[in-house]
């Protein structure tokens, strides 16, 4: 079995930062992506920052130049720093992994972890 947990969320004012983490564990051979998705009620989960394998990253247009994602490999965790937040990035924040296993790539998602941005 192989599971994410995420950490970190937390009510913040506008302005300030966070920092999530999100830890894989179990077995499994390698990751092959990590990042973060977000979703607020009533709305589509939607991406806000993928790490691949190889060193390559992808932001969401609304947090390019605010968000940073970082990968410990040898920790298997990723992290998000986000700086400069704004009320709208107000959401749940889940971890996604895609993991090589013995017979192909299995798809993971943490329980997620509530970001609020409020003054």
């Known amino acids: 079995q192989v599971r994410l947990v995420e950490s970190g969320g937390g009510l913040v004012q506008p302005g300030e930062s966070l920092r999530l983490s999100c830890v894989a564990t179990g077995s499994f051979l390698s990751i092959n992506t990590m990042g973060w998705y977000r979703q607020v009620p009533g709305k589509q989960r939607e991406l806000v920052a993928v790490s691949i394998s190889g060193g390559g990253t992808n932001y969401a247009d609304s947090v390019k130049g605010r968000f940073t994602i970082s990968r410990d490999n040898a920790k298997n965790t990723v992290y998000l720093q986000m700086n400069s937040l704004k009320p709208e990035d107000t959401a749940v924040y889940h971890c996604?992994?895609?993991?090589?296993?013995?017979?192909?790539?299995?798809?993971?998602w943490g329980q997620g972890t509530l970001v609020t941005v409020s003054s």
């Open positions: 996604n992994a895609r993991v090589v296993r013995l017979g192909g790539f299995l798809e993971v």
